[in-house]
């Protein structure tokens, strides 16, 4: 009772702001105490208001009461401090929401230390003392605070749970154990926690021994994202190098073709000028002889005139161009023919080039070597959403749906005229080039539809017989009959066994030159499996080689 009424004591002698004990202790008109610098920093934050109030019972005051120290009151403090009336804990002693609070703490509960398994409650750091100096105590189970200790309760005979059922997989109480559980295989819940703690242990060796290799592999990633940062600044470098020095060059040669016409627009224009200046002094000589001749001609006396008359075959021979006869003044129009020619066999030689330049950067890969997809769901985290190129399709086939199906018709369609469109055979390419990895997938309907793949050129090199899908080195086709398949790559043909689908899958992993067809159903079949070396971008392609109404679709995955 003695120990109760310190705790009142200590309640009553905290202030209600900073909930500490009192210091410099003052008493305001309506009775309630309070710390004087606590009091006086609430009043200062009210003093806009010109209204003053007791942050307890909220009465008001104006003006401003003046404060004095209540005497009586710090001296009975001090008499109570004597006697083993300390200050109240720190707020961050005190138990907040999240916290698991003492369950023995009076009032405002302070923070547990640890919680007893046996007891199955929590207490602070002066609450749990008799854990560690009474006997009976001492024997407890403690451990970290918790706020599932309920949860070792049996729900049905609230009696804690020591025993595990092995035939229910579950935590039971020994009432358990002779009823609902009677026969079952029971053991106590420390002998199951040892034979868990192994398992745990085993757990817990392959799980660091699984961190040990991530941790290899890791670093593995971080040598090899340094080495490509450091081999891509250097391509860069070096692939800004070249193309400066092409540059150059054609720079070079730019300016060798403006000083060889310049030179030569001197010369001709200095030549130009000097036939110039001998026309015009031969022009003055002549009019200065047709001066004379007119003279002569007014004159009176015939034997003056006899004497002073020369024939015209007397004069000095007339001065002759070069090139009298016109001519069409193209003069070096014809140099700018030659460079046009020469700059389209410079851009011819680059968008030949281009796609192996581009290539090698595609198949630039810094990821460690990945397994081939097993399953559907795997195949779809590569899936490429494609559509066909209207510019290649022949003209008796008829796209749709965004482009991405392909029907054959009876009748041609209104395509207009361009070079990479299949005029002899019925087959389409797609716009998309693949390279790395990719899934699609194709819906098919009719007597024959040849699925391929191919590079973009592919009908571009060869004569008719060979530029089918499949019937060069170019292309790799699997043809779909109505109950059997065919797969076909320069021109050899190899049967395929497999489930007859109307839809087909098809993988690709470029850089490691792995192609695969797949009949898809509810499972997915391999069909074949090309591994060879692609060296250009690839592009699917569909033919519908046979009869009208023949369809193939790009499917949307999802």
């Known amino acids: 009772m003695a120990q109760q009424g310190i705790q009142l004591d200590e309640a009553k002698f905290c202030c209600s702001i900073c909930l500490d004990l009192l210091k410099d202790p003052v008493t305001i008109s309506c009775g309630h105490s ?3 610098s606590c009091i006086k920093n ?6 806009q208001k010109k209204i003053h109030s007791c942050p307890q019972c909220r009465q008001t005051f104006i003006p401003r009461p003046a404060l004095v120290k209540s005497t009586v009151l710090a001296e009975l403090l001090e008499e109570l401090k004597k006697t083993g009336l ?4 720190p707020d961050h002693f005190y138990a907040g929401p999240g916290d698991v609070a003492c369950d023995f703490c009076m009032g405002r509960k302070l923070k547990a230390l640890k919680s007893c398994l046996v007891c199955l409650a929590s207490y602070c750091e002066q609450h749990l003392q008799p854990h560690y100096d009474v006997a009976p105590l001492k024997k407890h189970k403690l451990g970290d605070p918790s706020k599932k200790l309920h949860e070792n309760i049996c729900s049905c005979h609230d009696e804690v749970m020591k025993i595990f059922c092995r035939t229910d997989q579950q935590c039971i109480c020994y009432l358990c154990s002779m009823d609902e559980h009677k026969g079952h295989d029971t053991v106590s819940a420390a002998a199951e926690r040892t034979e868990r703690q192994k398992e745990l242990g085993v757990s817990r060796q392959k799980i660091q021994q699984r961190i040990q290799d991530k941790e290899r592999d890791m670093k593995v990633l971080q040598q090899e994202v340094k080495a490509i940062n450091h081999s891509a600044d250097k391509a860069v470098e070096d692939s800004e190098k070249i193309f400066t020095e092409l540059g150059h060059y054609v720079e070079k040669r730019s300016s060798d073709v403006k000083e060889q016409i310049r030179y030569q627009q001197k010369a001709e224009v200095r030549r130009a000028e000097e036939l110039q200046e001998m026309l015009k002094q031969e022009i003055a000589e002549l009019r200065r002889k047709d001066a004379e001749l007119e003279q002569l001609s007014h004159t009176e006396d015939h034997i003056n005139f006899l004497q002073r008359y020369t024939p015209l075959s007397h004069l000095s021979e007339s001065t002759d161009l070069p090139s009298a006869n016109i001519r069409p003044l193209r003069y070096f129009q014809d140099v700018t023919v030659a460079v046009s020619e020469a700059r389209d066999k410079l851009e011819d030689i680059l968008s030949e080039e281009w796609p192996k330049i581009s290539l090698t950067v595609t198949e630039v890969d810094v990821l ?3 397994p081939e997809p097993k399953t559907r769901v795997e195949f779809l985290q590569y899936s490429r959403q494609i559509t066909l190129d209207p510019n290649t399709a022949h003209r008796h086939l008829s796209l749709s749906e965004g482009n991405r199906k392909t029907t054959l018709m009876g009748e041609e369609q209104l ?5 990479e469109r299949f005029t002899e055979r019925w087959q389409v390419l797609s716009r998309e080039g693949l390279t790395g990895r990719c899934y699609w997938e194709v819906e098919w309907s009719g007597s024959l539809v040849s699925i391929a793949v ?7 090199r060869r004569t008719f017989d060979v530029r089918a899908f499949g019937c060069n080195d170019r292309s790799w086709a699997l043809d779909c009959y109505k109950n059997s398949y065919k797969f076909k790559h320069n021109n050899i043909k190899t049967p395929i066994s497999g489930p007859r689908s109307s839809r087909v899958g098809v993988y690709l992993d470029h850089r490691a030159g792995i192609l695969s067809f797949y009949s898809v159903s509810e499972t997915m079949t391999l069909l074949h499996r090309v591994q060879t070396t692609f060296t250009q971008p690839l592009y699917t392609g569909f033919w519908l080689p046979n009869s009208k109404g023949d369809t193939a679709v790009l499917c949307t995955l999802k």
């Open 42 to 47: 609430h009043w200062d934050e009210e003093d």
């Open 415 to 419: 395509y207009s005229t361009h070079p």
């Open 454 to 460: 191919s590079y973009k050129d592919t009908d571009r």
């Open 368 to 370: 460690l070597p990945q």
């Open 34 to 36: 309070y710390c004087m």
């Open 86 to 89: 300390q200050a109240a804990p």
